[in-house]
């Protein structure tokens, strides 16, 4: 699914909803509707993000259930971050690095503040 991008306003505030994958293309897209937005020089400024790809990973492990589980290499920047803050599914697993993904030693419910 490609990401869409609509632009409204809400009770006086700029509101873009965002739904679909951000790739390469969307995100000049997204990129440039952000710098309209922030020169609108609003005061309030709503982002609502649909994040397709972490919803399709808490999808996929509440269908894996309880006895398996999904690892994420740790990720980096933003996306570490905003995945510090989601609530996802106890059976999603990080690790370090992709070797210690792949080696099985990865510990149960390891969460992104616990790893380097």
């Given at each position: 699914?490609?990401?869409?991008?609509?632009?409204?306003?809400?009770?006086?505030?700029?509101?873009?909803?965002?739904?679909?994958?951000?790739?390469?293309?969307?995100?000049?897209?997204?990129?440039?509707?952000?710098?309209?937005?922030?020169?609108?020089?609003?005061?309030?400024?709503?982002?609502?993000?649909?994040?397709?790809?972490?919803?399709?990973?808490?999808?996929?492990a509440?269908?894996?259930?309880?006895?398996?589980?999904?690892?994420?290499?740790?990720?980096?920047?933003?996306?570490?971050?905003?995945?510090?803050?989601?609530?996802?599914?106890?059976?999603?697993?990080f690790a370090?690095?992709?070797?210690?993904?792949?080696?099985?030693?990865?510990?149960?419910?390891?969460?992104?503040?616990?790893?380097?």
């Amino acid at each position: 699914m490609d990401a869409d991008f609509i632009t409204t306003s809400v009770n006086k505030r700029v509101v873009l909803h965002c739904t679909g994958e951000l790739d390469l293309v969307s995100r000049t897209e997204f990129a440039v509707r952000l710098g309209e937005i922030a020169s609108a020089a609003m005061p309030w400024v709503v982002i609502d993000l649909d994040c397709g790809a972490v919803t399709l990973l808490e999808r996929m492990a509440r269908r894996m259930g309880p006895t398996r589980s999904v690892v994420v290499v740790a990720p980096h920047g933003i996306v570490r971050r905003l995945l510090t803050v989601v609530d996802l599914d106890p059976s999603v697993r990080f690790a370090s690095t992709f070797e210690e993904a792949v080696s099985g030693r990865v510990l149960p419910h390891r969460s992104l503040k616990e790893i380097a």
